[in-house]
């Protein structure tokens, strides 16, 4: 069965779900949804997802599943191997809050629509919105690279990657693409260069997607 | 046993973790930390919680459990009855999309940190802070009424309440606090006023916490 994972290669909330479906071997294929030309406003696009957000996961025959944490926990639920959360309680709450203060402290305050609205109607110029960016990303990186202070281990929670990783590895990486510089947050470096060798992280980097930009 | 929950009157993480505590019938008591006096920076609390953010839930003896949605995660997968979300992994990934399309698209753009970074650092008024908080509401609470146009029963999903009706209730009563009129959004508001009439949901109301400002 494959599904049809309806995206964006700029989006790191797609970036979460590819990474999930890959490490759980999942056979899809990705529709880009041009969020830059506003592509998910069209009435093609509102077909399949009212929301007019991405990702937006399908299964045939199925209603679309939507925002990507949910998605990532139905797949852990539906696919339980290989696990994206440790087994007992207290380490998933652990492995969640970690993936939490990044999808809900960080993330959503860059998105494209925020990023918009900062510009058209705020006002704020280019290196205002930079600063705005950077501002919330350094300060949900510092909150992630306190909690690794303890964390030895080549990934956020034990010996396999978790959807902490995955929303570490895509916060990082959108992070590098906006031009931010992550160097200062070490233990979170080393574990996002230790996801990115695997095949499953690498595969599902935004710049190895069908529609983003080519190198010339 | 009593878990010891560290909060604010007006945090609306605290307000849902305190709805889900009092559905399962779990007995804690609140430990007010004051958001707008900067307590959760004070030595006092970052003893407790590194991450400066409530609410933090302490069962004795164990180390803090954070971030609202982990929380509730947590909470469900070990004090399951009564259930906060459906048993199907759809129904489920139904509920976890509702209430992320909240607790991540609209309310971290309203939290204290990022109006004191509008009126600090971008310099905006507070009407044009007032749009900025209303704008991303509304668009929420707009995405929101449009998933529940198929659904007519007393909750967001199903015959009992689940963590999307906690999240619709916190965003609501948020807004209605910040004076945002609400009215438009019929089907949230006619689960809002069905919750409320639950002791669970009513005992967690802002206007109800001991730090709450008292009627004059």
Redesign the interface.
């Known amino acids: 069965m494959t599904m049809d994972l309806y995206g964006f290669w700029r989006s790191l909330a797609t970036f979460r779900v590819r990474i999930a479906l890959n490490l759980k071997g999942l056979d899809y294929r990705e529709h880009p949804i041009d969020l830059f030309k506003g592509e998910q406003h069209e009435a093609s696009f509102r077909a399949i997802n ?2 007019t957000a991405v990702p937006a996961l399908v299964e045939p025959g ?1 209603p679309p ?3 990507s ?3 990532m ?2 797949l852990e ?2 696919y339980p191997d290989p696990p994206l959360l440790p087994a007992s ?2 380490a ?3 492995v ?2 970690m ?3 990044l ?3 960080a ?3 860059t998105v494209p629509r ?1 990023r918009n ?1 900062l510009s058209d ?2 006002g ?1 110029d280019e290196p ?1 919105r930079m ?2 960016i950077t ?1 919330w990303s350094r300060a949900a990186l510092g ?1 992630f690279e ?2 690794l202070a303890t964390s030895a281990g080549p990934f956020c929670a034990g010996p396999s990657p978790t959807i902490a990783d995955i929303c570490l590895v895509t916060q990082m990486v959108g992070a590098r693409l906006t031009g931010f510089d992550t160097s200062q947050f070490h233990a979170c470096n080393r574990i996002v260069d230790h996801c990115l060798e695997l095949e499953a992280f690498a595969r599902a980097h935004p710049l190895k997607q069908q529609d983003a930009p080519r190198p010339r």
């Open positions: 009212p929301m199925q599943l939507t925002q944490m949910a998605i926990e139905y639920e539906v309680p207290r998933r709450a652990h969640r809050a993936a939490m203060l999808v809900s402290d993330h959503p305050l925020v609205y109607v705020v704020l205002a600063a705005w501002h909150a306190q909690q």
